[in-house]
């Protein structure tokens, strides 16, 4: 199919250089809109095409997920498009419209579920701009677009971006030669992850409304999202949003944000689920200092629940790339009363608002029960505060951070945490997928896995009989250099985290921590010519737990660190009969350029998922991916 797919672009490239000059020529795969007609052409086209060949073959599995030891597939897991056509117009009245044309995989088989040749990705877009004399209103309308307001109303989830940058996702653009993808996150650490990264998806009427008098400017939507959304698919649902804006000054501004929310919930009534919210941003520089701050208030109510007003806060606090530590300061408190699953930060006070629709509800947002996540990470019920600082010694470049966090209020009688190791390669396993694996403890995402954790010491209400407190630390080095003339890269990334009953300075270790999980991933890669990289990638998780959660289901108890315990070193180790988890992923891949906008990249992972202490959680074996991507 590939070597197909080759010799098809060869003979359309071919005839199109021999036919007659009434065409002008062009350079193959070109990322520049390619025009048949006049400069002043209103009709524009760009796009991509990507094919994803995988192979996944496992040695051990786990028993009540089909058990399948060898999958053979091609195409994306996720409805991602193999062949995404933009086009992008104008009309005489100014209004300018624009739509993605998808083809999904066609390599799926004979069902009528993945036979559909060709759809619209996002769905038709329509907008226009109207000038006055007061200013400049844009109008938007159709079907799905990216809509950003502030961390407390609608904001996508975002980090410092610590990641291993070994994995690849649809949406990572192609660089002018594969080594630079490793340079830039080395230089900067930002990694473009496409239109949808730190925003949100909703499909409406969009209002924008700049160069207002006196230095105000406005935005909002009006129409649906994809989290609150109807526990019936025939049910309707709203949201809207709304922000206006001051800039006092060139160094302050000073924001108003609004969000309401329903969703109907039973066919036969009345009975909706509904939240708003109201915020305020302040904005202020100086110097080389930035504050910014957002106060917001917040009211929760379904038919069984009715949860009154909650405040929220987040206070930040940066100084300059250019100060010689550059650090980054964060103070935040989320009451459980304030809820809203489109804003930056994750909803533990009601399970209800992600409905378990096929389709739909397992696909967006999952519940998460006192979720441990890392920094930059914000959680309703939960305040604390978090220190990152940079820094650079020659070549070496680090970034460190250091949190602290804690409960408001009691909650559910359970943990989770995300897996830090191999998370890609479970949630490939089983896509949008909640309470599987053996002992129905995992959950899937968008590209990642999360575990949930149960906790014996309870109230008779089903609480935990404690709050939770949390502690988190972050260490990155990225190192550059050369060997025999050519770039190299080494990312190092260890993350530690743990959740405890009692209020703790740094991450905690041993029998009284209900959770610990410590990981360290490495990422290499080198430049082995203009046209191509090598990358190399190491990850080991462990996870812990102690009597107060799962209990396993082997017999004996297991040592925490086999090594140290053949040493004879009692104090660096203990028996335990409840979580003793590790996870290592060891994989290496090849980046090549084929093409002046075409490339290929390769990956071969070795896994393996395992815990002595429950018998069943036996995972391991190797997948292969190959992808083809050619920007037009």
């Known amino acids: 199919m590939l070597r197909g797919l080759l010799w098809f672009i060869f003979f359309i490239w071919a005839g199109s250089s021999f036919c007659q000059d009434t065409i002008v020529k062009q350079e193959p795969f070109s990322s520049n809109i390619l025009s048949f007609k006049k400069p002043s052409t209103s009709i524009s086209f760009s796009g991509y095409y990507r094919f994803l060949g995988f192979v996944r073959n496992q040695q051990e599995t786990f028993p009540n997920n089909s058990g399948k030891t060898v999958v053979i597939s091609s195409g994306d897991a996720y409805r991602e498009p193999m062949l995404l056509l933009k086009l992008n117009g104008i009309t005489r009245d100014n209004i300018t419209f624009g739509a993605d044309l998808m083809l999904n995989s066609i390599y799926k088989g004979p069902s009528d579920e993945y036979t559909q040749d060709l759809t619209l990705n996002l769905g038709l877009n329509l907008s226009t701009s109207i000038k006055t004399k007061i200013g400049t209103f844009n109008f938007k309308s159709g079907g799905v677009s990216w809509y950003r307001q502030s ?7 975002r980090s410092f971006n610590r990641i291993s940058i070994y994995e690849r996702r649809p949406q990572t653009p192609l660089t002018k030669i594969p080594i630079n993808r490793y340079s830039k996150y080395y230089n900067s650490g930002l990694i473009d992850q496409g239109i949808r990264y730190g925003s949100r998806a909703f499909q409406g009427i969009f209002l924008q409304g700049l160069k207002l008098p006196f230095n105000f400017s406005l935005k909002g939507v009006i129409g649906k999202s994809n989290f609150n959304r109807s526990i019936l698919e025939t049910s309707d649902n709203f949201t809207g949003s709304f922000q206006i804006n001051n800039s006092l000054n060139s160094s302050s501004k000073i924001t108003y944000n ?7 919930i039973d066919s036969l009534s009345d009975d909706t689920r509904n939240y708003f919210v109201h915020t305020v941003e302040l904005d ?7 504050v910014q701050m957002e106060l917001g208030l917040g009211n929760y109510s379904d038919p069984s629940k009715k949860l009154g007003f909650g405040e929220a806060i987040i206070f930040n606090v940066k100084t300059a790339k250019s100060t010689t530590v550059p650090l980054n300061m964060q103070l935040y408190s989320i009451s459980p009363q304030f809820v809203n699953v489109t804003g930056n930060f994750l909803n533990t006070s009601v399970l209800e608002v992600f409905p378990n629709i096929e389709g739909i509800g397992a696909t967006v947002r999952t519940p ?15 305040q604390g505060a978090s220190v990152n600082a940079d820094a650079s010694l020659g070549q070496l470049k680090l970034n460190m951070g250091i949190g602290i966090f804690a409960e408001i209020d009691t909650s559910y009688a359970a943990l989770s945490y995300i897996h830090n190791v191999n998370s890609q390669t479970l949630s490939r396993i089983y896509v949008f997928a909640q309470n599987w694996g053996p002992y129905n403890a995992l959950n899937s995402t968008y590209r990642g896995v999360f575990e949930n954790v149960n906790i014996n010491d309870t109230t008779a209400s089903g609480l935990a009989n404690f709050k939770k407190f949390f502690n988190t630390i972050e260490f990155q080095a990225k190192y550059n250099n050369k060997i025999f003339g050519k770039n190299y890269y080494i990312f190092s990334l260890t993350r530690l985290n743990s959740c405890q009953k009692d209020l703790k300075a740094v991450p905690q270790f041993g029998n009284q921590v209900l959770i610990s999980q410590l990981s360290e991933e490495i990422d290499f890669s080198i430049e082995m010519s203009e046209k191509s990289a090598l990358v190399l990638s190491y990850g080991v998780e462990k996870i812990l737990g102690n009597a107060s959660t799962d209990i396993g289901d082997s017999p004996e108890a297991t040592s925490t660190n086999i090594f140290f315990e053949r040493l004879g070193l009692e104090k660096l180790y203990r028996y335990t009969n409840s979580r003793n988890q590790k996870n290592t992923l060891f994989g290496f891949g090849l980046d090549y350029k084929i093409g002046q906008n075409a490339m290929v990249f390769f990956r071969y992972n070795q896994y393996r998922y395992f815990d002595p202490n429950f018998i069943e959680n036996h995972l391991r074996g190797w997948e292969t991916m190959l992808e083809l991507k050619i920007n037009f």
Request: positive net charge; hydrophobic residues 35%; aromatic residues 16%.
């Open 284 to 290: 202020k520089k100086w110097n080389k200092i930035q």
């Open 258 to 264: 609004y969000l309401s929310s329903w969703a109907n």
């Open 368 to 382: 998460y029960q006192s979720p441990i996540v890392g920094l930059g990470f914000p959680v309703n019920n939960r």
């Open 151 to 157: 961390r407390l109303t609608v904001w996508g989830n």
